[in-house]
């Protein structure tokens, strides 16, 4: 039994739950990917998949196995990369989970150019604006969007964004202009319910402060929050490369722009020290460059004062 293979079939096997699934992939009999399994189970004297008539799940002794060989096959994939001067086209799979919001409006559009380009690479692409585990979800990078980030973690830096406080002229024509943040208390807020605080934070006589605010509504999505101040219901403060087109459009007007907000930085965050895989770093160096330290979203729409 070629033991690289069998390592490969069983991190098919795993990633996708199913035996079928992966034969009809590799295009062979559901039973050459069963017998594969069976002798590398005999082989290491353990069961590495639970079977039940629903699913397949992994045995604590498979979570752990599967692990490493993940790390193997991308230290393989690194030395033929290496020995070929990495000048062949990326290929193979890529899994990434991303933000909702950021990953439709501007992730999307960037990934569907990049297998343009590279046809032999597929993608799975995770939308959710909660935080994953990479290595139990089997995900080669995540992108994610924050004030601060873990200095324990393995990043990229892809882009920034700011933060931008935005109402309807038609809200802000009923309700007033706030001129400093502390007028915020007097008016409807929008807020995102992941956010780290339940506060905005401005930057006041020289230093930051988190400005309590209230309303009627709150959401987890901020393409939800947009639509709801687009429709009037209040003010919110959104990243600018949710809040920006509807600025340029007219449709949102930015208050309290003297007062700046925190910046958030965007990262690719990879599982570990794990080696990362040629066709994962193409695409990050791909996605820095086309997002870039000042991104489109922020030139598109100059601040204006208060």
Same mark, same amino acid.
């Given at each position: 039994m070629d033991r690289l293979q069998a390592m490969e079939v069983f991190v098919r096997v795993a990633e996708a739950g199913s035996f079928t699934a992966v034969a009809d992939h590799l295009n062979v009999a559901r039973s050459a990917i069963t017998r594969q399994i069976a *002798?590398?189970?005999?082989?290491?004297?353990?069961?590495?998949?639970?079977?039940?008539?629903?699913?397949?799940?992994? +045995?604590s002794s498979g979570a752990a196995y599967?692990?490493?060989?993940?790390?193997?096959?991308?230290?393989?994939?690194?030395?033929? *990369?290496?020995?070929? *001067?990495?000048?062949?086209?990326?290929r193979g799979p890529i899994r990434i989970s991303v933000p909702m919001s950021f990953g439709i409006r501007h992730l999307v559009p960037l990934i569907s150019d990049f297998i343009t380009t590279y046809p032999e690479v597929t993608v799975d692409l995770e939308f959710t604006d909660q935080r994953v585990n990479l290595i139990e979800g089997g995900l080669d990078f995540t992108v994610r969007i924050s004030q601060q980030i873990d200095p324990t973690l @393995?990043?990229?830096?892809?882009? +920034?964004?700011?933060? +931008? @406080? @935005?109402?309807?002229?038609a809200y802000l024509d009923r309700h007033g202009r706030p001129q400093h943040p502390d007028e915020l208390l007097g008016h409807h807020c929008l807020s995102y319910t992941l956010a780290p605080s339940s506060g905005w934070s401005f930057r006041i006589d020289g230093e930051y402060r988190t400005v309590p605010v209230k309303g009627r509504l709150q959401m987890n999505n901020g393409d939800a929050l947009l639509e709801a101040a687009i429709r009037g219901l209040g003010i919110t403060n959104q990243p600018t490369f949710i809040s920006a087109q509807a600025v340029q459009a007219g449709l949102l007007e930015e208050v309290l722009a003297d007062y700046s907000t925190t910046e958030l930085q965007i990262y690719a965050v990879f599982p570990g020290s794990r080696y990362v895989p040629h066709r994962v770093r193409v695409l990050v160096d791909y996605l820095a460059e086309r997002l870039g330290p000042t991104p489109y979203w922020t030139r598109a729409v100059?601040? @204006?004062s208060a």
């Open positions: *002798g590398l189970e005999a082989h290491l004297g353990t069961k590495l998949l639970a079977r039940s008539t629903r699913r397949l799940s992994l +045995t599967l692990e490493k060989c993940r790390e193997i096959l991308a230290m393989v994939e690194a030395a033929e *990369g290496d020995l070929a *001067g990495e000048k062949r086209a990326p @393995v990043i990229r830096r892809l882009s +920034t964004s700011e933060l +931008t @406080v @935005v109402a309807a002229p100059p601040r @204006v």
